[in-house]
C-alpha cells in the first residue's frame, strides 16, 4: 500500500523549496496507514517550520514487508539522514525501519486502536537491545516533537537548523510568559 510522496507548490517528490532552490528529502516520514496522515501531517508541517525537506510515504511492516525492507535498505544511498517512522496499534513498522537502517529511527505510537496507543507506545518504544527506536509522545505531540527531534539531530552540523531550534526555545518561553501573565491578571480579578 505504497502512498504516492506529498506534493505541492513549494515540495515536489520529497523536496522544498528554500530560498528559490529545491533540496532533496533529508527526513524521511513513514505511517502505517493513510489513517494516521491527519496526526503525522504535524510533523511535516513542523519540518517545514525549521525550513527541513522531507518525503512522506505510507508503507507497512505487516501489510508492505517487502516495501519497507526495501525503503529502509535504500533510505540512506537516497540521501535520507533520519527516519520518522509512525504506527497504530501493533506499531511493528518503526522497529523494522530500525533493524535495516543504520540511520537515526524516530518512533511515533499513533492512538488509533480501541487501547488509544498504549499497545502502539509500548511497541514502538520497547526495543530489544542493539535496535534502538527514539520514541516519541503518542499522537499529535509526538508527531510534532519527532520533527523537533530530527531537526535537533540535523542542527548538529547545520547552523541554520540549529538557529531555528534556538528561536523555537524562544517562542516556546514567550508563550508561557503570556499565559503566566492572563493566569495572573485572571487571579488578580477574581480576589
Ligand atoms: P488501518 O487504519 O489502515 O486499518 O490501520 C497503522 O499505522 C494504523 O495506525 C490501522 C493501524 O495499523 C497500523 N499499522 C501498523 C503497521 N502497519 C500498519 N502498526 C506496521 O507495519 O507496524
Known sequence: MQKRRRQGSAKENGKVATGGKKHA?????????????PTMSEA?????????AYEMEVLSAHRTPARAHEY?????????KVVIAAAGAAAHLAGVMAANTTLPVI????ATSTLNGLD?????????GGIPVATMAIDKAGAANAAIFAAEILGLSDPEIARKLVEHKEALARAVAEKNARLQKQLSEQK
Open 25 to 37: 528529502a533529508l527526513v524521511g516520514i513513514v505511517m502505517g496507514s493513510d489513517t494516521d496522515y
Open 44 to 52: 511535516g508541517k513542523t519540518l517545514e517550520k525549521f525550513g527541513i
Open 72 to 80: 529502509a535498505t535504500t533510505a540512506l544511498s537516497r540521501g535520507l
Open 107 to 110: 518512533g511515533v505510537p499513533m
Open 120 to 128: 502502539a507506545l509500548l511497541a514502538t518504544v520497547q526495543m530489544p
